[in-house]
């Protein structure tokens, strides 16, 4: 998805952010949502307990670099 988003991506970025600072409408082709001055709400799917996928990563990660499996890690979400 990267791939195929990356350059446009950036670009629709670019632009918002151009647009906002010019305080002119712009319009998404690429991204569901506009980019500039928001969190992108997810990557990855979203597993059972709430969390997507590449949050509990970090979790996962932080446990096995730390060799702590009990370690609790708290994720922040935005609605």
């Known amino acids: ?21 010019q305080n002119t409408p712009h319009t998404n082709k690429v991204f569901a949502h506009p980019l500039p001055y928001n969190v992108i709400p997810h990557i990855d799917v979203f597993q059972p307990n709430g969390y997507t996928k590449e949050e509990m990563k970090v979790a996962w990660e932080s446990r096995k670099i730390m060799d ?3 370690l609790k890690v708290l994720f922040t979400e935005f609605n």
């Open 1 to 21: 998805m990267s791939i195929i988003l990356g350059a446009p991506g950036m670009q629709e970025l670019l632009d918002g952010m151009a647009a906002s600072v």
């Open 68 to 70: 702590a499996p009990e």
